[in-house]
Nanobody, 120 residues
Framework: LQLVESGGGLVQPGGSLRLSCAAS????????IGWFRQAPGKEREGVSC????????YYADSVQGRFTISRDNAKSTVYLQMDSLKPEDTAIYYC??????????????WGQGTQVTVSS
């Protein structure tokens, strides 16, 4: 049972990145997938979540209108498209799986994280 994030990197303010979260060892269809981030010296915060059934998407206020979450169950992958990036988006981004509806709490599996740095 594994989640692997990829797609992080260094980008200038105003730029874009697309993160991927690939699942293996379990059926992604049955899980809501959340994206979280943790900046140095700060607590981990929820960024976005996509439900397991309807594909409904939820976003933190800080990323609403700039980030888009999507899922491709056939590829067992969830994506986070991040546009109009700001320096305050700099953090390690994690994806996590939850065998229930979307929430910011109580996730069953976590990935190892991918670094996103927004800087000029």
């Amino acid at each position: 049972l594994q989640l692997v994030e990829s797609g992080g990197g260094l980008v200038q303010p105003g730029g874009s990145l697309r993160l991927s979260c690939a699942a293996s060892g379990f059926t992604l269809d049955y899980y809501a997938i959340g994206w979280f981030r943790q900046a140095p010296g700060k607590e981990r915060e929820g960024v976005s979540c996509i439900s397991r059934s309807t594909g409904s998407a939820y976003y933190a206020d800080s990323v609403q209108g700039r980030f888009t979450i999507s899922r491709d169950n056939a590829k067992s992958t969830v994506y986070l498209q991040m546009d109009s990036l700001k320096p305050e988006d700099t953090a390690i981004y994690y994806c996590a799986a939850r065998n229930l509806t979307c929430s910011w709490r109580n996730y069953d599996f976590w990935g190892q994280g991918t670094q996103v740095t927004v800087s000029s």
